[in-house]
């Protein structure tokens, strides 16, 4: 009993040290899960803690747990239309780099270490994936921001590398321990871990998002939970099919994290803090794992297969595998600077120790070492890459408050927070002069640290945060009067536009000024006025006009006045 009190004792402390250490992660820029490694260090056999660790099982199956909750949490964040302009580089960095990484680490081993081709290509194969918690965590915990597709290619690499690491790792163990047949065997066994681990994670997502919309539960607190069972599910039922358990979470994540859900925002904060405490306990008890004295013995050829890994195989890897998607020579330099290694090889590198393969404690030291090399030089120079190789972008201004709608059931609307800028449309006006369409109304304006009541005669200044309730499929329109002048927004093909609804109130002038039509009409006319002007006495819901490519409908009249327009616009060509 004692035992187990001061087990809890233990953990308890090493995970307040853990996240104290994350405040000193930022002041000194030593990325933070570095530091919970050498938190565990320092408490381990031969540190001050003196905790005697070496079981290579739990390290395993903790870690396996880990990386499982992180990837889900990173599945959940990963936005489809982000994916979709990141999917085919960030795929082909995650199979085709992933060998040719593997490939060039093996040859570096041969040399520096003298080794055989195959335990060679086991090293190689364990170092070959980048990290999703290492890349997560410099994204998201230090603020970086770089161009979306630079970004989304890094994140979605990440996530999706994992299985393929993890299949060379378990094809190399098999043909050395001689399981496996290099014929047929490989790609069998290739095939079975990708297209299972893919339809696993795709059912579960798809079942679990399903359920969390239609299934009313008696608490808030359970949605968290259920769709964090998913996670588990998914990795579960892939793994014992043979396949890999996780791309199956990553997909399930994706899914869920893409559907529209009660209680969403409580749904990503839990999943937020489960994954924090997932990274904080895999690299303290990895941290645990590891013995100073031997990373020293192996530190002088284990720094060298750190450089080859960084300086030679990760940029030859990206360099292949990009050149054909239209990057450019400093966007490929700082995706290969982004390749982190963290706490995915030392995983992986517990796999040979676990079947008995010979030369393991060596293998396993290594690995660390490359590791901790990694995630200490590229995560910490990664934010001083991006400003040099002119790719950085001013951070996103956070408001000092959030907004959203809590309920047990899906709702059909959205709340959006827009910052506004210099050249915002709606920068300099009052809210009752925006063309805002039927169905989107301001919820709340924050300017500062204060929380404004949004009135009609509310002004909008630059820097507000404007905070927008609106009905799904709106967004591109408030996105053009929200966003900066310039842009404009994305431009909408409007064949697509079934019909966009407007206001009676709304002026003919901020019509054409925040949405780019033109209307053969005086401009200081409201919509109600042009369509009683212009339909005259047969005046009725239904009734339409037509202005060259703008068509205008009566939707709604109350009170003899027309209070809901609906506008479409009849050709085929793009608002501008």
């Known amino acids: 009993m004692f035992f187990v009190d001061r087990l809890i004792l233990v953990t308890g402390i090493l995970l307040v040290v853990g996240i104290a250490s994350s405040r000193l992660s930022s002041r000194v820029g030593l990325p933070v899960l570095v530091l919970f490694l050498l938190v565990g260090m320092l408490a381990g056999s031969e540190g001050v803690g003196g905790i005697a660790f070496e079981n290579y099982g739990v390290a395993h199956g903790v870690g396996t747990i880990a990386l499982a909750v992180i990837l889900f ?34 040859g570096a081993a041969m040399f520096l270490f003298d080794l055989p081709f195959l335990p060679a290509l086991l090293l190689g194969s364990i170092v070959s994936s980048t990290d999703a918690a290492a890349v997560f965590a410099v994204f998201r915990a230090r603020g970086m921001r770089v161009r979306q597709r630079i970004a989304a290619t890094l994140e979605i690499e990440s996530g999706s590398n994992d299985p393929m690491a993890v299949f060379l790792t378990i094809a190399c163990l098999e043909l050395i321990l001689g399981r496996l047949d290099l014929g047929l065997g490989v790609p069998l066994l290739f095939l079975r871990q990708m297209v299972f681990g893919a339809a696993v994670g795709y059912i579960v997502g798809w079942t679990v998002s399903r359920a969390v919309e239609r299934v009313q539960l008696d608490a808030a607190g359970l949605y968290p939970v259920l769709s964090g069972a998913s996670a588990f599910v998914a990795y579960g039922a892939a793994a014992s099919l043979g396949g890999s358990g996780f791309l199956a979470v990553y997909i399930a994540g994706m899914i869920v994290g893409n559907r529209r859900l009660p209680f969403q925002r409580g749904i990503r904060l839990f999943h937020d803090g489960l994954a924090w405490l997932a990274q904080i306990a895999m690299f303290v008890l990895l941290g645990l794992l590891s013995f100073p004295s031997r990373l020293l013995a192996v530190a002088g050829p284990a720094v060298l297969l750190a450089l080859a890994s960084m300086f030679v195989a990760r940029p030859l890897a990206v360099w292949v595998c990009l050149a054909g998607f239209r990057f450019a020579n400093r966007e490929m330099a700082f995706i290969a600077w982004g390749g982190l290694k963290g706490a995915v090889p030392i995983v992986l590198a517990t796999y040979p120790l676990l079947l008995g393969a010979e030369g393991t404690d060596t293998l396993f030291d290594v690995v660390f070492f490359v590791a901790l090399v990694s995630a200490a030089t590229q995560g910490w120079t990664l934010p001083a890459a991006a400003r040099l190789l002119r790719l950085s972008l001013p951070p996103a201004p956070e408001p000092p408050v959030t907004l959203e709608i809590t309920s047990l059931r899906s709702v059909d609307s959205d709340i959006i927070e827009y910052t506004l800028g210099p050249h915002s449309r709606a920068a300099g006006r009052r809210i009752r002069q925006l063309a805002l369409p039927e169905g989107a109304v301001i919820a709340m304006v924050v300017r500062g640290h204060d929380v404004m009541p949004p009135r009609g005669s ?33 431009s909408a093909s409007v064949m697509d536009l079934t019909e966009f609804p407007l206001r009676g109130a709304t002026r003919v002038s901020d019509l054409q000024e925040f949405y780019g039509v033109t209307l053969d009409a005086s401009e200081e006319l409201t919509l109600d006025e042009l369509l ?16 060259g490519t703008i068509e205008l409908r009566v939707r709604e009249i ?8 609906g506008l479409r616009i009849v050709v085929d060509e793009e608002i501008t």
């Open 558 to 565: 109350v009170d003899g006045q027309v209070e809901t327009v």
């Open 73 to 106: 949490d990173g599945g959940l964040r990963t936005d489809l239309a982000t994916f979709r302009i990141a999917l085919a580089p960030a795929l082909t960095l995650s199979t085709v780099g992933v060998l040719v990484t593997a490939g060039v680490v093996a």
């Open 458 to 490: 509310t002004a909008l200044l630059s820097h507000d945060h404007v905070f927008v309730l609106v009905r799904p499929g709106l967004r591109r329109f408030l996105d053009r009067v929200f966003g900066e002048g310039e842009a404009g927004g994305a």
């Open 532 to 547: 009683r002007a212009r339909v005259g006495d047969g005046l009725a819901e239904g009734a339409t006009i037509q202005l």
